[in-house]
């Protein structure tokens, strides 16, 4: 009785731990992450390339003002809808317009 309640168990955290485990690729340049590349920032643990690429810099009285274009490849998330997980592109397949810092006028 005691080998069949450890094959019970056995089989059990088995099966518990072969759910697949939903996450989605940290974009950008996170925290302690081991980063690599020449002008793109490739993220080691990942393999998620960042790419800045500088529009406009102004520097100005109060603040510096910065405005650039950002692009990750980790393009796809899995949504969940319905019990039923898919793969959807992410909005405007990895390209992002950001403003470091507000211009005052």
Same mark, same amino acid.
């Given at each position: 009785? @005691? @080998?069949?309640? #450890?094959?019970?168990?056995? $089989? ?6 072969? $759910? ?7 974009? /950008?340049?996170? +925290?302690?992450?081991?980063? %690599? &590349? %020449?002008? =793109?920032?490739?993220?080691? &643990? ?5 790419? =800045?690429v +500088?529009?406009?810099?102004?520097? /100005? #009285?109060?603040?510096? $003002? *910065?405005? =650039?274009?950002t ?9 969940? *809808? /319905? /019990?039923? *997980?898919?793969?959807n592109?992410? $909005?405007?397949? &990895?390209?992002?317009? #950001? ?5 005052? *006028?």
């Amino acid at each position: 009785m @005691n @080998n069949a309640h #450890r094959l019970i168990c056995a $089989f059990f955290l088995l099966l518990a731990s072969s $759910f697949p485990v939903a996450a989605q690729v940290t974009t /950008g340049t996170p +925290p302690f992450a081991s980063i %690599g &590349g %020449g002008p =793109d920032a490739i993220n080691l &643990g990942n393999l998620n390339a960042h790419l =800045d690429v +500088p529009v406009l810099s102004k520097a /100005g #009285r109060a603040m510096p $003002f *910065t405005y =650039d274009l950002t692009y990750d490849t980790s393009v796809w998330a899995p949504i969940t *809808t /319905g /019990g039923v *997980t898919s793969w959807n592109p992410v $909005f405007n397949w &990895g390209w992002l317009a #950001r403003r470091k810092s507000r211009l005052v *006028t």
